[in-house]
């Protein structure tokens, strides 16, 4: 059994949405009018191309399915990029005692020049937050990421003292009503 010190999260990528939505309709589009335009010139090979734009608009709407891992072992945090639900590549370990600044994004102080950003949220809104840390492979660090009620009253407990990080879960709405 995990101990109490281990959260892991998965959150998928919503801020792509209207790309990949914007793809699939174009893909479908561009297939349909090669197909249209197979069978009134009598070109049959046009057929293999409307084939192959069907396959390319597939491929390209499945592989832009993006979702982030976010695993914390005791006091280290683990962020991994899943594509299409089977690829897993990963992207930093960070020790969260080494994290020099976290916050709502919105809150966050402007991103210094030679500052390293990456980007694991599911959007970059009002759910996004900061963590600013220096990275051995990147150098000065920030990690936008969105991470639930849970992970964030762990984060209170083991990020440094010195950040003044504070959270409260909201309360629960009455089932009562």
Request: aromatic residues 10%; contains cysteine.
């Amino acid at each position: 059994m995990l101990g109490s010190d281990y959260r892991e999260l998965i959150v998928p990528k919503t801020d792509n949405a209207a790309k990949r939505t914007a793809m699939l309709a174009g893909g479908i589009a561009l297939t349909v009018l090669i197909l249209i335009l197979s069978f009134t010139t009598g070109y049959r090979l046009l057929l293999i191309a409307a084939a192959a734009c069907g396959f390319l608009t597939w491929y390209l709407f499945f592989t832009n399915r993006i979702e982030y891992e976010y695993i914390i072992s005791g006091d280290e945090l683990t962020v991994t990029k899943i594509l299409s639900e089977s690829k897993r590549k990963p992207m930093l370990t960070v020790p969260l005692d080494k994290v020099t600044a976290f916050c709502k994004l919105q809150d966050a102080e402007p991103l210094s020049s030679g500052q390293t950003l990456v980007l694991a949220c599911t959007a970059q809104d009002d759910t996004a937050y900061s963590a600013d840390f220096d990275h051995p492979q990147y150098g000065r660090t920030r990690l936008l990421w969105t991470p639930n009620d849970d992970i964030l009253l762990y984060l209170v407990k083991v990020l440094p003292r010195s950040l003044r990080f504070h959270y409260e879960a909201p309360a629960e709405a009455d089932s009562a009503e």
